[in-house]
Nanobody
């Protein structure tokens, strides 16, 4: 089984930056997408960004395009989300995920992902 652990969340003022990290352990799943999702109170879990582990190709939600950057370190089995120009509406619990069902459910669907981290809180004050 794969275990994922997020870190780097915190409280920042609007316009500030945070860098989230996700570390993986256990069985390797390098052939499947890695992704970041977020969920705010009262909302559905929302797709943020995804990356192809082997080639590094990326996909972003329109709401974060140009502000967030997803990346990975293949040697360390870690993934990062650099978040710049943060807005209050970015406030949520952020989760990293690895999936093998993207072809069935779509890259942006939580149902496509088998492994999830525990989440890290990001709060952006106005």
């Amino acid at each position: 089984q794969v275990q994922l652990i997020e870190s780097g969340g915190g409280l920042v003022q609007a316009g500030g930056s945070l860098r989230l990290s996700c570390a993986a352990s256990g069985h390797t799943v390098s052939t499947y997408p890695w992704a970041w999702f977020r969920q705010a109170p009262g909302n559905e879990r929302e797709f943020v960004a995804a990356i192809n582990w082997s080639r590094g190709g990326t996909t972003y939600a329109d709401s974060v395009k140009g502000r967030f950057t997803i990346s990975r370190d293949t040697a360390k089995n870690t993934m990062a989300l650099q978040m710049n120009s943060l807005k209050p509406e970015d406030t949520a619990i952020y989760y990293c995920a690895v999936g093998m069902l993207a072809s069935r459910y779509g890259l942006g669907s939580p149902a496509a992902y088998d492994y999830w981290g525990q989440g890290t809180q990001v709060t952006v004050s106005s």
